[in-house]
């Protein structure tokens, strides 16, 4: 098949029909952008090469703004701001409201040294976020015990963010599709080598690190990442209720509740040699050691998956959401914060895809005004 695109008309439609749409990539990213521009009227269709290598498969599927707050990354955050605002809809778009695991964070710190860190990271989202005041607030020990019982007596201090969650990455995963399909998207089990043999008005790529097989001036690299999937039994302690991100001893570990369990992670190697992405002894050593620090009651969880993946990055952490040419765009390089913003994603796709000279900033400032 050839590609005769007519680019006549509107952005929108070709000859008084909606224009066709080619999403390459069924991860996150290519999926929330298929239902929202299947939601917008287009015919879509999302080519896939698989499960291997899916990042968001992996992935924790934390909702961390103010958790993702680290200084000089200002305009990172202002975009994980304005992502978390979104994912609300999303869900009930989703008809799902099980895909929320939590719907809050709580940030703790083991010793006076890890609650240094944690403060200058507070201190830093208070500065660039002041409305954040209301939904990042210290807590005491006193305070973490009352919230979660089954964290250690022996942390130090931490912050609550209020509204800050995850989503079930998979169930997620699942629902982008089934809403897709029901909405009339067509799936097509592929793996795409060449843009120009996709017959459609426009093709948005959005393949994680696959991306660059497909447009090679797009600039990624891989930071590899380890994770855990705990299952409780009827002997486990219960588990948090919130999104647990500790600062243990200088290293960073995260407890995420699923209805069945808890997601241990993770670890970040960061530029990566990509031959291997099978999980290090190491790793999952240090994960495995820091979740027992933080939960002694993990132990009575079992462990049923240990996993990898590779997070697509870009040099300045930031995703790349933008036109290539007169009919390719291109949405990647969301590092560890894929699955935060992708709502985010979708809305700036679709605006560059109907022809507004859009960028981060005014999609970001278009939900400027709006309280979570
Ligand atoms: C351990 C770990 C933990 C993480 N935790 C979080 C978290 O808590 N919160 C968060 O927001 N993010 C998290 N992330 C990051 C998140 O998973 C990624 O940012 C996100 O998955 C990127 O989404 P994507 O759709 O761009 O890429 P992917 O999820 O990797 O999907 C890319 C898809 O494109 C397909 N593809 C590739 N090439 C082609 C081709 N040529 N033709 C057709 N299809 C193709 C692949 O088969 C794949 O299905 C984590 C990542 C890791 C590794």
């Known amino acids: 098949m050839t590609h005769s695109p007519n680019h006549t ?19 996150v990213i290519g999926l929330t952008c298929a239902l929202a521009a299947l939601d917008a009227g287009r015919p879509v269709h999302v080519y896939d090469a698989g499960a291997d290598g899916r990042a968001a498969w992996v992935a924790a599927g934390m909702l961390g703004s103010l958790a993702e707050g ?5 305009e990172l955050l202002r975009l994980s701001v304005a992502s978390v605002r979104r994912w609300r809809v999303l869900i009930a778009r989703l008809g799902d409201p099980a895909v929320l695991a939590a719907a809050d964070s ?22 660039r976020q002041p409305r954040a005041t209301d939904d990042l607030r210290r807590v005491d020990l006193a305070e973490i015990r009352r ?12 912050f609550l963010a209020v509204g800050e969650g995850a989503v079930d990455n998979r169930r997620l995963l699942t629902r982008l599709r089934d809403a897709f399909v029901a909405g009339g998207g067509q799936i097509v089990e592929e793996r795409v080598d060449d843009l120009a043999g996709l017959d459609v008005d426009d093709v948005l790529v959005a393949a994680g690190l696959g991306t660059r097989a497909l447009l090679p001036e797009i600039e990624l690299h891989a930071a590899k990442g380890e994770i855990l999937r705990l299952h409780r039994t009827r002997w486990s302690v219960p ?13 960073s570990v995260y407890l995420v509740p699923r209805h069945d369990g808890i997601v241990v992670g993770a670890t970040q ?58 009919r390719v765009v291109v949405a990647t390089g969301h590092g560890r914060n894929g699955i935060l913003l992708a709502p985010y994603t979708a809305d700036t796709v679709m605006a560059v895809l109907d022809g507004a000279t859009t960028d981060h900033d005014q999609v970001a400032a278009s939900t400027g005004g709006v309280k979570r």
Not at 148 to 157: A, K, N
Not at 279 to 296: I, N, Q, R, Y
Request: proline residues 8%; hydrophobic residues 35%; glycine residues 12%.
């Open 269 to 326: 190697y960061e530029p990566y040699d990509e031959q291997s992405v099978a999980p290090e002894v190491g790793g999952v050593t240090d994960l495995l050691a820091d979740a027992s620090e933080l939960m002694p009651g993990i132990r009575t969880y079992e462990l049923t998956e240990a996993g990898a993946g590779l997070r697509p990055c870009t040099a300045d952490g930031l995703p790349i959401i933008r036109r290539v040419d007169e």
């Open 239 to 251: 588990g948090p209720e919130r999104v647990i991100r500790a600062r243990v001893h200088g290293r």
């Open 9 to 27: 008309d509107s952005p929108n439609h070709t000859g008084g029909a909606p224009r066709s749409l080619a999403v390459v990539g069924g991860g």
């Open 147 to 158: 919230l979660e019982p089954t964290l250690s007596s022996r942390m130090h201090s931490g």
């Open 70 to 74: 680290h200084p000089g990354e200002d």
């Open 106 to 127: 709580l940030f703790v710190a083991a010793s006076s040294t890890d609650a240094e860190h944690l403060a200058t990271l507070a201190e830093f989202v208070w500065a």
